[in-house]
């Protein structure tokens, strides 16, 4: 019967297109998540990078960069900071947070 073999491929282009939205899904969150784990890691890089040029512990340079925007200004202009070297987001880092009444020179 031609209606029921047009039928199912109807069903077999509707279940075709259901798993490409799925994989395109699937993909976007595999993206997002590498993108997370990229920005986590360029943080802790610049945290670290900066606790050992001002000979703080990691955790202090963690609630210095908090508490004088320095973590806010990474994530706000991360898209671009994170192309640069770690040594020009740590002199960034500082210049943000001295403008916002951070001591470290």
């Not at 031609?2 to 699937?26: A, P």
């Not at 945290?47 to 040029?53: M, N, Q, T």
């Not at 900071?81 to 740590?90: C, L, M, N, Q």
Request: glycine share 6%; net charge negative; aromatic share 14%.
């Amino acid at each position: 019967d031609v209606e029921r073999s047009r039928g199912l491929g109807d069903v077999y282009k509707r279940q075709h297109i259901r798993l490409t939205n799925l994989f395109i899904t699937y993909n976007e969150r595999i993206m997002s998540n590498r993108e997370l784990s990229n920005r986590i890691e360029y943080f802790v890089g610049c945290i670290g990078a900066f606790a050992e040029k001002y000979s703080l512990s990691n955790s202090q340079a963690y609630k210095y960069l908090k508490r004088f925007s320095g973590l806010d200004f990474l994530e706000e202009f991360y898209d671009i900071e994170h192309t640069f070297s770690i040594e020009e987001a740590v002199d960034d880092l500082t210049k943000i947070c001295q403008r916002n009444g951070g001591a470290l020179a």
